[in-house]
Nanobody, 118 residues
Framework: VQLQASGGGLARPGGSLRLSCAVSGSIFRFNGIGWYRQAPGNQREMVATINNIGTTTYTDSVKGRFTISRENAKNTVYLQMNSLKPEDTAVYYC?????????????WGQGTLVTVSS
């Protein structure tokens, strides 16, 4: 399984970025895909997830600013990030998981750095 994350970079406060996570093989083999982030000195935290029926979840700090979506035909999940804040600065990781016999398996892509600074 390969998850290829892209789209990070430098943005000014109030700006926007869009992250992409391209999944090798069918996106439907997973129960859900999402984005996590880790800032220096902090633990990795869930940012947004989307499951196979399109149900989304967001951490409170990004609600109303970030939107997760999926393009099944391209086996790709996106994270549209608007109204960026300096506290959004982190390495963002794409995650996919499946549930088999009540056991969760996680798969991770490489991180992509998002820096929000003026």
């Amino acid at each position: 399984v390969q998850l290829q994350a892209s789209g990070g970079g430098l943005a000014r406060p109030g700006g926007s970025l869009r992250l992409s996570c391209a999944v090798s093989g069918s996106i439907f083999r997973f129960n859900g895909i999402g984005w996590y982030r880790q800032a220096p000195g902090n633990q990795r935290e869930m940012v947004a997830t989307i499951n196979n029926i399109g149900t989304t979840t967001y951490t409170d700090s990004v609600k109303g600013r970030f939107t997760i979506s999926r393009e099944n035909a391209k086996n790709t999940v996106y994270l549209q990030m608007n109204s960026l804040k300096p506290e959004d600065t982190a390495v963002y990781y794409c995650n996919a998981y499946d549930l088999k016999f009540l056991r969760r398996s996680d798969y991770w892509g490489q991180g992509t750095l998002v820096t929000v600074s003026s």
